[in-house]
């Protein structure tokens, strides 16, 4: 019986429309990955060459004074990306995969990133997490709507419970043979990614697979409740619709205007100022003001002492080290600020499964605002690293020239964290679950 509706349902035009369309759709977004992967790694290629021709220029017409060498000397860090992000870009597009940065203050050079057409940014990428979350549930609407009020509506459903025991068994059955043609067509894509995209078989794959899998085994969850309710068609879509909009458009609307409004970033401007203010103001303070908190931070550096000049490089990396030393406190709340906005964002995504799903995949992906966290604390570290590393032969005065440039090569952050397979799957197997045993209720329940 299986096979027989089977048969039936896929000679449906609606049905041959619907998979070319979803699979279209699906390959175009592959191939946008593949694209988006391709400009990071030509961007990398081009910083490590940039860096290289960067120092050598700078070198060759600054070669007298470190201190001055080192004002115009740029670091490059790379958060490399995983294969997986070409198919969830996340906030990738926006936030800069590369940090160039010199060995003054840090604060007002972390949050730099490339200029984008806006238009661009308002029509946004056609990944494959959206075709996941948005397109493929709009086509199990289209393929279940009716699955019961079909029957009922062409006179036939009558003579169908009356053959079997358990009616509910029959609408089960159809129900399982659209299953079975979107997941052989998402089967298909993930198999298409997998090939162009290059993407390694480990733990990270097998988890994005489960959870696409999963996410819509929750949309036929649903399609099955709402065929459970035994109303018209008519009902039936405009339930599944607005049910959609509640999930992947109202939801998650709701969630970041509640995220935003609970935790404010005003630490973000006061964190601008506050280094701004105590880098520019130590122009007009007692040097020794300056030189005594730089000692305080720094009590490995009290060998050098201040030279008796109108200015001297110590004094002045001194001065920007104050910088950012006066924001810390405003740059950690903000940072506190834009965790408590990530911890917020799964919590709340636990209650709803397209919310889940994106976030899940952007962290496999480690194209989220938690691996964008990790990148600039990363960061942080590399410019102090550059700091310690330059600051003895500037305060020293050594030779640009017997320095070892070779040393400053493009340094790459990778985020290693593991699956967390529980926290993944475990919300939509239970939300599943639920509306899978309230449908078999609601079908004992309720008289054909």
Same mark, same amino acid.
């Given at each position: 019986m299986f096979l027989l509706l089977l048969k039936n349902f896929v000679r449906s035009r609606i049905v041959v429309t619907g998979l070319s369309i979803i699979m279209l759709a699906g390959m175009i977004s592959i191939f946008i990955g593949r694209q988006h992967i391709e400009k990071i790694k030509s961007s990398i290629a081009k910083t490590e060459h940039y860096q290289r021709d960067h120092i050598q220029r700078n070198v060759q017409f600054f070669n007298k004074e470190m201190g001055l060498l080192l004002y115009y000397l740029r670091f490059g860090l790379v958060n490399e990306p995983p294969p997986l992000n070409a198919l969830s870009i996340g906030q990738?597009?926006?936030?800069? !995969?590369? /940090?160039?940065?010199?060995?003054r203050n840090i604060e007002n050079q972390l949050y730099d990133t490339d200029l984008f057409n806006p238009y661009s940014l308002l029509a946004g990428n056609l990944d494959f997490s959206f075709v996941l979350i948005y397109l493929f549930p709009l086509l199990i609407i289209a393929f279940t709507y009716n699955l019961l009020s079909e029957e009922k509506e062409g006179g036939t459903w009558r003579l169908v419970s009356a053959q079997h025991k358990r009616p509910a068994v029959i609408i089960f059955k159809k129900l399982a043979v659209r299953a079975a043609v979107i997941y052989t067509a998402l089967t298909v894509l993930w198999a298409l990614a997998a090939v162009l995209l290059s993407l390694p078989a480990d733990n990270s794959f097998w988890a994005a697979v489960s959870l696409s899998f999963?996410?819509?085994?929750?949309?036929?969850a649903i399609s099955f409740?709402?065929? !459970?309710? /035994?109303?018209?068609?008519?009902?039936n879509a405009v339930i599944l619709l607005s049910a959609w909009l509640l999930m992947t458009v109202i939801c998650p609307g709701m969630a970041n205007n509640y995220i935003t409004s609970q935790y404010p970033v005003p630490e973000a401007l006061a964190t601008v100022v506050k280094q701004r203010e105590g880098y520019h103001e130590k122009w007009d303070m007692d040097k020794k003001i300056t030189m005594d908190k730089f000692y305080e931070h720094y009590p490995q550096f009290n060998q050098y002492t201040l030279p008796n000049t109108e200015?001297?490089?110590?004094?002045?990396?001194?001065?920007?080290q104050m910088g950012d030393d006066e924001a810390q406190q405003e740059a950690g709340e903000m940072k506190a600020k834009l965790w408590q906005r990530e911890i917020a964002s799964r919590t709340i995504s636990y209650f709803i499964p397209s919310m889940h799903t994106q976030y899940q995949l952007n962290t496999l992906a480690q194209s989220g605002l938690g691996n964008h966290l990790k990148f600039l604390d990363s960061t942080r570290q590399f410019h102090e690293n550059k700091r310690l590393h330059f600051y003895p032969k500037i305060f020293s005065g050594a030779d640009v020239t017997k320095e070892d440039w070779n040393y400053c090569k493009v340094e790459t952050f990778t985020e290693k964290s593991p699956v967390t397979w529980m926290a993944m799957l475990v919300p939509l197997i239970i939300i599943s679950s639920l509306l899978g045993a309230i449908s078999w209720i609601n079908f004992r329940k309720t008289p054909y």
């Open positions: 990738r597009d926006v936030n800069s !995969s590369i /940090q160039h940065v010199t060995i999963l996410y819509l085994l929750c949309w036929f409740w709402v065929a !459970s309710l /035994q109303k018209s068609s008519g009902a200015f001297s490089w110590l004094w002045y990396y001194a001065m920007q």
